[in-house]
């Protein structure tokens, strides 16, 4: 069992940047794929960035390949999304997930779900 929180998020102007954090609780958190998810109003949920368990491998999604970076830290059971350049389109509520096996990009395939923050991008 994984429990997530989010947090850092906030709302920012076309160009910056800001930096969200996942906390997990439970002791096997090197044990889990971590990834990053966003959700628009209207839209679905989408796949951002994800990162393997032990060898740190990271995967993103094209919108944000080259502004985002995903990284983990084991020693503290959390999981961070840096996010330069932000545009508008970035807007949504960013959620982080966890799973047992390695990376995927499908949201169903993810076992445990944080409750979400809410990142909005001014023009």
């Known amino acids: 069992q994984v429990h997530l929180v989010e947090s850092g998020g906030g709302l920012v102007q076309a160009g910056e940047a800001l930096k969200l954090s996942c906390a997990a609780s439970g002791r096997t958190f090197s044990s889990y794929t971590m990834g990053w998810f966003r959700q628009a109003p209207g839209k679905e949920r989408e796949f951002v960035a994800a990162i393997s368990r032990s060898l740190g491998l990271t995967n993103y999604a094209d919108s944000v390949k080259g502004r985002f970076t995903i990284s983990r830290d084991n020693t503290k059971n959390t999981v961070y999304l840096q996010m330069n350049s932000l545009k508008p389109e970035d807007t949504a509520v960013y959620y982080c997930?966890?799973?047992?096996?390695?990376?995927?990009?499908?949201?169903?395939?993810?076992?445990?779900w944080g409750q979400g923050t809410q990142v909005t991008v001014s023009s």
């Open positions: 997930a966890a799973r047992g096996g390695v990376q995927a990009l499908n949201p169903l395939l993810y076992d445990y």
